[in-house]
């Protein structure tokens, strides 16, 4: 069989799945969506007095981020092929039945994300720039070459993660000398990245800003595949009767199940480190270039504190990943109890990661700034769970693609993290009006978050049985 038979089947049955899942006008308005969104943030942003170049560049590293998220493949896919995610039949997933190796199969699926993910996701971001080309603010070949930098970053981005993903499956700790020795050449020397990164070809065109930027998009893709190492065995690692029962006498049996489901599943709780990491890491380079390009003195606890309970959406994820919301149908339980358990391992696994990243910040900024982040990063975190549970149940992914449902929850989310951020921004002007805003608006929605999570039980119970 061949790669070029297998990437078009892919390219269909990733359309296929998504129509099915979400309706046809909904899959195919999410581009039309995301153009719409992404220029009315630009013009908002600029309307407050935000730098085009400063959005541009935090653009970059939202895409990049994106790409990291979606080169998690390498994680899932080694679960995937020990047969322990439940009813996937994807073609990535198939490599005991097809005449193909899984490497190979590997290589296709990511080949095939590049192409769907960049016509679906990049292509209407960088449609959002037009109308900044009639202000004569952009150029059309620089909206052009926005496109093709940005696309280059998703492409760095996946092939990163995967390629790390392949790393940690061979040697865990070749990973954390990787990253402290990441960590420390952009302490040393941050234009070091800027320069091999895709964001300089589109800073400084040019031919050997081309190269610099291509040459490392080009190895971390081809290493990604290779460096996967397909599982072995054919089982699942036996879970110790002992350490389950303990769990479950702490939390319960849905508590102790989330837990495990993690531990056992590949890239166990660092994954969950390594995406709070990712958006620390984010959260710290914005709040430097805001006291650059600024006179502001934001509070680095409240910006935090916000992010790292955004962020906490992919614990979310890593939560429920081998959860379905009809499996649970089949056992004498309530809904209630399902989702108390996966909120107790929720918390379990974000609350001290979060609060690492907050004590880690510490080394560089005061120590009563960050702890206003300690109070608020839990409350947010809460609502974040909440929202996500009521609107999606135990299958996030339908965000994606789902036109309305993501808006809501856009929405939802946004109406919590703008008024933390502006009160961050505002710190240094007013600080005691700004610390009690955020902590009343953080405790605020934090109820509101608890009182999704008993709603979301008594929804999806009902509708699940509706159906």
Same mark, same amino acid.
């Given at each position: 069989?061949?790669?070029?038979?297998?990437?078009?089947?892919?390219?269909?049955?990733?359309?296929?799945?998504?129509?099915?899942?979400?309706? &046809?006008?909904?899959?195919?308005?999410? %581009?039309?969506?995301?153009? #719409?969104?992404?220029?009315?943030g630009v013009w908002l942003l600029e309307a407050t007095g935000t730098n085009l170049e400063s959005i541009i560049a935090g653009l970059f590293v939202l895409v990049f981020l994106f790409g990291l998220q979606v080169g998690t493949i390498g994680l899932i896919g080694r679960d995937a092929m020990r047969n322990v995610l439940g009813d996937v039949t994807l073609l990535v997933f198939?490599?005991?039945?097809? %005449?193909?190796?899984?490497?190979?199969?590997?290589?296709?699926?990511?080949?095939?994300?590049?192409?769907?993910?960049?016509? $679906?996701?990049?292509?209407?971001?960088?449609?959002?720039?037009?109308?900044?080309?009639?202000?004569?603010?952009?150029?059309?070949?620089?909206?052009?070459?926005?496109? /093709?930098?940005?696309?280059?970053?998703?492409?760095?981005?996946?092939?990163?993660?995967?390629?790390?993903?392949?790393?940690?499956? &061979?040697?865990?700790?070749?990973?954390?000398?990787?990253?402290?020795?990441?960590?420390?050449?952009?302490?040393?020397?941050?234009?070091?990245?800027?320069?091999?990164?895709?964001? *300089?070809?589109?800073?400084? %065109?040019?031919?050997? @800003?081309?190269? @610099?930027?291509?040459?490392?998009?080009?190895? #971390?893709?081809?290493?990604?595949?290779?460096?996967?190492?397909?599982?072995?065995?054919?089982?699942?690692? &036996?879970?110790?009767?002992?350490?389950?029962?303990?769990?479950?006498?702490?939390?319960?049996?849905?508590?102790?199940?989330?837990?495990?489901?993690?531990?056992?599943?590949?890239?166990?709780?660092?994954?969950?480190?390594?995406?709070?990491?990712?958006?620390?890491? #984010?959260?710290?380079?914005?709040?430097?270039?805001?006291?650059?390009?600024?006179?502001?003195?934001?509070?680095?606890?409240?910006?935090?504190?916000?992010?790292?309970?955004? *962020?906490?959406?992919?614990?979310?994820?890593?939560?429920? !990943?081998? =959860?379905?919301?009809?499996?649970?149908?089949?056992?004498?339980? =309530?809904?209630?109890?399902?989702?108390?358990?996966?909120?107790?391992?929720?918390?379990?696994?974000?609350? %001290?990661?979060?609060?690492?990243?907050?004590?880690?910040?510490?080394?560089?900024?005061?120590?009563?700034?960050?702890?206003?982040?300690?109070?608020?990063?839990?409350?947010?975190? /809460?609502?974040?769970?909440?929202?996500?549970?009521? $609107?999606?149940?135990?299958?996030?992914?339908?965000?994606?693609?789902?036109?309305?449902?993501?808006?809501?929850?856009?929405?939802?989310?946004?109406?919590?993290?703008?008024?933390?951020?502006?009160?961050?921004?505002?710190?240094?002007?007013?600080?005691?009006?700004? =610390?009690?805003?955020?902590?009343?608006?953080?405790?605020?929605?934090?109820? #509101?978050?608890?009182?999704?999570? !008993?709603?979301?039980?008594?929804?999806?119970?009902?509708?699940?049985?509706? !159906?």
């Open positions: 069989m061949s790669s070029l038979l297998v990437f078009r089947r892919m390219l269909v049955e990733e359309y296929r799945m998504h129509t099915e899942l979400f309706g &046809r006008g909904r899959f195919i308005g999410f %581009p039309l969506f995301t153009a #719409v969104l992404v220029a009315g198939s490599g005991r039945t097809l %005449p193909i190796s899984r490497r190979k199969l590997l290589a296709t699926f990511l080949l095939k994300d590049l192409v769907y993910y960049i016509g $679906l996701f990049l292509t209407p971001i960088a449609v959002g720039f037009l109308p900044l080309v009639t202000a004569d603010e952009l150029t059309l070949g620089g909206v052009v070459m926005l496109w /093709i930098a940005l696309s280059a970053t998703f492409a760095f981005g996946a092939g990163a993660s995967l390629a790390l993903a392949g790393i940690a499956t &061979r040697n865990v700790g070749a990973i954390v000398v990787l990253l402290v020795s990441l960590v420390g050449i952009f302490l040393v020397a941050p234009e070091l990245f800027v320069t091999v990164s895709p964001y *300089g070809l589109y800073a400084n %065109p040019g031919i050997e @800003a081309a190269v @610099a930027s291509f040459v490392g998009v080009v190895a #971390v893709l081809i290493a990604g595949p290779l460096l996967f190492e397909p599982p072995t065995s054919g089982g699942v690692r &036996r879970i110790e009767n002992r350490r389950f029962t303990r769990l479950a006498d702490r939390g319960g049996v849905f508590f102790a199940r989330s837990l495990l489901e993690v531990a056992r599943s590949s890239g166990s709780v660092w994954k969950v480190i390594f995406s709070l990491g990712i958006l620390f890491a #984010v959260a710290a380079l914005v709040l430097e270039r805001v006291v650059v390009a600024t006179a502001l003195e934001p509070s680095a606890g409240i910006a935090f504190g916000t992010l790292l309970g955004l *962020g906490a959406f992919t614990t979310y994820n890593w939560v429920t !990943q081998l =959860s379905d919301n009809r499996e649970y149908l089949r056992y004498p339980v =309530s809904y209630s109890a399902v989702f108390a358990g996966k909120f107790r391992a929720f918390l379990t696994l974000s609350l %001290p990661t979060g609060m690492g990243y907050l004590a880690f910040a510490g080394i560089w900024y005061p120590g009563f700034e960050l702890l206003l982040g300690v109070l608020i990063f839990p409350l947010v975190s /809460i609502y974040v769970f909440g929202v996500t549970a009521y $609107l999606t149940g135990l299958s996030p992914n339908e965000l994606l693609f789902n036109t309305p449902l993501f808006a809501v929850y856009g929405v939802a989310l946004a109406v919590v993290a703008v008024p933390l951020l502006v009160a961050a921004l505002a710190f240094g002007e007013f600080p005691l009006y700004a =610390s009690l805003f955020s902590l009343g608006l953080a405790v605020a929605t934090a109820a #509101v978050g608890l009182l999704l999570v !008993q709603a979301s039980s008594k929804k999806w119970e009902r509708s699940v049985r509706a !159906q």
